[in-house]
């Protein structure tokens, strides 16, 4: 029994350990590139109170759409009053962008206008006041941004706060909002909560959930089976049957959606227009899109070049459709081969990994229309598949050919969107620990077959950026490529990197919340609703379902963090080593999620879908976290129907019903 103590204790120990180390190395990596964007970098807005003083803003309600290049003046006021005359005064400023400092009327300093001097605070001394009211006005303009303020004065006892006053050529003099103050869009206020919303649907969720519970203990008392599903459920019948209900809900949808939906959907657009007009690739001075990795609009050209000699241009287009949707069906098979994987001999839990992976709401929504990033995510989440097939069986990447097929499919990845970068250094942790046993020239040998591969694919494209741009990596809000916005909020916060919870109750547009509210609700949910800015553009989604999705989302959300952590302690090697490898890869995705928003301060940037290749590791992470219930029948097939049901409540939330724009 002393022997087990230990060995338990050591286990523990070791997990405690793992679980720091990683921890610490990615907040850690993270943090020291926040405080070096935040102070630093001046493309970076990090709004940081300091000295008791909040930053300012204009009060006004968020907007949905993009601005270009529009100045914002805001006149931003304080009336104070002295006890005596004379006096030294000396008020610290920080403007986002420039200002123009005013006593009493009278103008006493004006910053630099260059963008690249905002963050430096400017101490401005006060001109000799008499005994008396006064007021400071501080004007501060900017161009690619809302205008904010933060300034202070101990001797005065002034700080920018909500006691402040503004002023806009729109509204007249107005309180302040501060910057963590949120305002959402009409159009987002205008639905109802997740809580009655859920409750609206108990009157068929309720008895389905009783039905399956009921049916799925009967069905393990017969068998003496405490897995909580039945047996004729095995998960290649699981899978046929997702994939089935997958295309019924595509072809039934299909001629039913507005063919204006979509994340950016003319941009995507224009890009294949561009590739079947002129026979070659544009670059990112070409349209809001044409900086894009350019595999998906390639096929897509193709396939519109034989589908315009059938029905004419506007179908055609209609038809690239279809490319997306066999996208997110190949994200089922994918979520079976890796359940198989993971969990050899647990026709339970691979099941279970088909219905939560094949029917994760951002897999589902993103691949009704048109754009790269289901095909980015499903090549994504295949080299994601190698990976936990590396974990079982690490003699997989010691083959020549294996490695071969790893370069060709991160290749392809990186052809498919940019964001594949990622998985460089994925593919080379499993290569060098999958090999590091067997000699140095062989791990050199596996690396260089896996990587020169994939640089003969996509190589040549960033190398195109680094020659016509400097860099090899251009995003659409990057400078280079001449085509200039901004989108609220315009700016981060130190509440906007570390808070969540207001998606529970109002996930509509979540991402104006904080970055982690973003991402929930376009995780569960279509909370941006597929970007469409208007209430009559919306997307014709079952309203009443779609908002009912937060809090059962909840529960799966906290399994997948139990996974994670199981990974950490799992006594079953290659089980941990597949959980590690999950659990790494979500960090690494979250890490590089958050430095995006820091680096782009738009809620569209907010969203879950950048990390859509993880399909099979969210997947993986909620199953493995379910599979820590106790092993009672009635536990088991309680979660099993909760898994089915959640899965009815997604499925019925995107199969549209009537016309266009079908919410009820």
């Given at each position: 029994?002393?022997?087990?103590?230990?060995?338990?204790?050591?286990?523990?120990?070791?997990?405690?350990?793992?679980?720091?180390?990683?921890?610490?190395?990615?907040?850690?990596?993270?943090?020291?590139?926040?405080?070096?964007?935040?102070?630093?970098?001046?493309?970076?807005?990090?709004?940081?109170?300091?000295?008791?003083?909040s930053w300012i803003r204009r009060q006004r309600p968020f907007n949905l759409g993009g601005w270009g290049p529009t100045k914002e003046q805001v006149l931003f006021r304080k009336q104070f009053t002295t006890e005596r005359s004379g006096g030294r005064h000396v008020v610290t400023v920080r403007a986002w962008w420039s200002f123009k400092m005013l006593l009493d009327d009278r103008p006493i300093f004006q910053?630099?206008?260059?963008?690249?001097?905002?963050?430096?605070?400017?101490?401005?001394?006060?001109?000799?006041?008499?005994?008396?009211?006064?007021?400071?006005?501080?004007?501060?303009?900017?161009?690619?941004?809302?205008?904010?303020?933060?300034?202070?004065?101990?001797?005065?006892?002034?700080?920018?706060?909500?006691?402040?006053?503004?002023?806009?050529?729109?509204?007249?003099?107005?309180?302040?909002?501060?910057?963590?103050?949120?305002?959402?869009?009409?159009?987002?206020?205008?639905?109802?909560?997740?809580?009655?919303?859920?409750?609206?649907?108990?009157?068929?969720?309720?008895?389905?959930?009783?039905?399956?519970?009921?049916?799925?203990?009967?069905?393990?008392?017969?068998?003496?089976?405490?897995?909580?599903?039945?047996?004729?459920?095995?998960?290649?019948?699981?899978?046929?049957?997702?994939?089935?209900?997958?295309?019924?809900?595509?072809?039934?949808?299909?001629?039913?959606?507005?063919?204006?939906?979509?994340?950016?959907?003319?941009?995507?657009?224009?890009?294949?227009?561009?590739?079947?007009?002129?026979?070659?690739?544009?670059?990112?001075?070409?349209?809001?899109?044409?900086?894009?990795?350019?595999?998906?609009?390639?096929?897509?050209?193709?396939?519109?070049?034989?589908?315009?000699?059938?029905?004419?241009?506007?179908?055609?287009?209609?038809?690239?459709?279809?490319?997306?949707?066999?996208?997110?069906?190949?994200?089922?098979?994918?979520?079976?081969?890796?359940?198989?994987?993971?969990?050899?001999?647990?026709?339970?839990l691979q099941a279970l990994m088909v219905v939560l992976g094949g029917l994760l709401p951002m897999n589902v929504y993103m691949s009704q229309f048109v754009s790269n990033e289901p095909l980015s995510g499903v090549l994504t989440a295949a080299v994601l598949l190698w990976g936990f097939q590396v974990c079982r069986e690490p003699a997989i990447a010691q083959r020549p050919r294996s490695q071969w097929w790893?370069?060709?499919?991160?290749?392809?990845?990186?052809?498919?969107?940019?964001?594949?970068?990622?998985?460089?250094?994925?593919?080379?942790?499993?290569?060098?620990?999958?090999?590091?046993?067997?000699?140095?020239?062989?791990?050199?040998?596996?690396?260089?077959?896996?990587?020169?591969?994939?640089?003969?694919?996509?190589?040549?494209?960033?190398?195109?950026?680094?020659?016509?741009?400097?860099?090899?990596?251009?995003?659409?809000?990057?400078?280079?490529?001449?085509?200039?916005?901004?989108?609220?909020?315009?700016?981060?916060?130190?509440?906007?990197?570390?808070?969540?919870?207001?998606?529970?109750?109002?996930?509509?547009?979540?991402?104006?919340?904080?970055?982690?509210?973003?991402?929930?609700?376009?995780?569960?949910?279509?909370?941006?609703?597929?970007?469409?800015?208007?209430?009559?553009?919306?997307?014709?989604?079952?309203?009443?379902?779609?908002?009912?999705?937060?809090?059962?989302?909840?529960?799966?959300?906290?399994?997948?963090?139990?996974?994670?952590?199981?990974?950490?302690?799992?006594?079953?090697?290659?089980?941990?080593?597949?959980?590690?490898?999950?659990?790494?890869?979500?960090?690494?995705?979250?890490?590089?999620?958050?430095?995006?928003?820091?680096?782009?301060?738009?809620?569209?940037?907010?969203?879950?879908?950048?990390?859509?290749?993880?399909?099979?590791?969210?997947?993986?992470?909620?199953?493995?976290?379910?599979?820590?219930?106790?092993?009672?029948?009635?536990?088991?097939?309680?979660?099993?129907?909760?898994?089915?049901?959640?899965?009815?409540?997604?499925?019925?939330?995107?199969?549209?019903?009537?016309?266009?724009?079908?919410?009820?």
């Amino acid at each position: 029994m002393s022997n087990l103590t230990v060995s338990t204790a050591e286990v523990a120990l070791s997990a405690v350990r793992r679980l720091l180390l990683m921890c610490g190395i990615v907040i850690g990596c993270v943090a020291a590139v926040l405080y070096a964007e935040a102070r630093i970098a001046p493309k970076v807005t990090l709004l940081v109170s300091e000295h008791g003083a909040s930053w300012i803003r204009r009060q006004r309600p968020f907007n949905l759409g993009g601005w270009g290049p529009t100045k914002e003046q805001v006149l931003f006021r304080k009336q104070f009053t002295t006890e005596r005359s004379g006096g030294r005064h000396v008020v610290t400023v920080r403007a986002w962008w420039s200002f123009k400092m005013l006593l009493d009327d009278r103008p006493i300093f004006q910053s630099d206008p260059s963008r690249e001097s905002w963050k430096v605070p400017h101490d401005v001394e006060l001109p000799p006041m008499a005994r008396g009211d006064h007021s400071l006005v501080i004007m501060v303009e900017n161009l690619f941004g809302p205008s904010a303020l933060l300034a202070y004065c101990d001797t005065l006892n002034l700080r920018t706060n909500r006691d402040w006053e503004e002023w806009h050529e729109k509204d007249g003099w107005q309180r302040v909002a501060t910057v963590d103050d949120v305002q959402l869009p009409e159009f987002s206020d205008r639905f109802e909560s997740p809580a009655r919303a859920l409750a609206s649907t108990l009157w068929w969720l309720g008895p389905l959930y009783l039905a399956l519970c009921g049916g799925l203990i009967w069905s393990g008392k017969r068998r003496a089976d405490t897995s909580g599903l039945p047996a004729w459920l095995t998960a290649s019948r699981c899978r046929w049957i997702v994939l089935a209900a997958w295309l019924v809900l595509a072809a039934n949808n299909f001629t039913k959606l507005p063919a204006g939906l979509g994340y950016d959907l003319s941009g995507h657009l224009d890009y294949v227009r561009f590739v079947v007009d002129r026979g070659q690739l544009p670059d990112a001075r070409d349209g809001i899109e044409m900086f894009q990795a350019p595999l998906f609009y390639v096929v897509a050209a193709e396939i519109y070049r034989l589908l315009v000699r059938l029905v004419s241009g506007d179908t055609a287009l209609l038809w690239l459709r279809w490319l997306p949707l066999l996208c997110g069906m190949a994200q089922v098979e994918i979520c079976y081969r890796a359940g198989r994987s993971i969990f050899p001999g647990r026709e339970d839990l691979q099941a279970l990994m088909v219905v939560l992976g094949g029917l994760l709401p951002m897999n589902v929504y993103m691949s009704q229309f048109v754009s790269n990033e289901p095909l980015s995510g499903v090549l994504t989440a295949a080299v994601l598949l190698w990976g936990f097939q590396v974990c079982r069986e690490p003699a997989i990447a010691q083959r020549p050919r294996s490695q071969w097929w790893a370069g060709v499919i991160l290749g392809l990845a990186l052809m498919a969107k940019m964001s594949a970068m990622l998985l460089v250094p994925i593919v080379a942790a499993v290569l060098v620990a999958s090999n590091r046993q067997i000699g140095w020239k062989k791990l050199l040998a596996a690396v260089t077959r896996c990587f020169a591969t994939a640089a003969l694919i996509s190589g040549w494209f960033y190398v195109r950026n680094w020659l016509r741009f400097g860099q090899p990596l251009v995003g659409g809000w990057d400078p280079v490529s001449g085509i200039f916005w901004w989108q609220d909020p315009g700016y981060r916060t130190p509440w906007q990197l570390a808070s969540f919870g207001r998606s529970l109750w109002h996930p509509i547009h979540a991402a104006f919340y904080s970055i982690w509210d973003g991402f929930y609700s376009t995780l569960w949910l279509d909370g941006n609703l597929s970007s469409m800015g208007t209430w009559e553009s919306r997307p014709p989604w079952h309203q009443t379902l779609l908002l009912a999705a937060p809090w059962p989302a909840l529960l799966l959300t906290a399994a997948m963090a139990i996974g994670w952590l199981r990974g950490l302690r799992s006594r079953d090697a290659e089980l941990r080593r597949s959980l590690e490898f999950a659990g790494a890869c979500l960090l690494l995705y979250l890490a590089a999620f958050t430095l995006l928003c820091l680096e782009v301060p738009v809620y569209s940037a907010e969203k879950a879908s950048y990390t859509l290749g993880l399909t099979p590791v969210f997947a993986a992470l909620c199953v493995s976290g379910l599979d820590l219930l106790p092993r009672q029948r009635v536990i088991r097939s309680a979660a099993g129907a909760f898994v089915f049901c959640w899965a009815a409540l997604v499925y019925g939330t995107y199969f549209v019903t009537g016309g266009s724009f079908g919410f009820k």
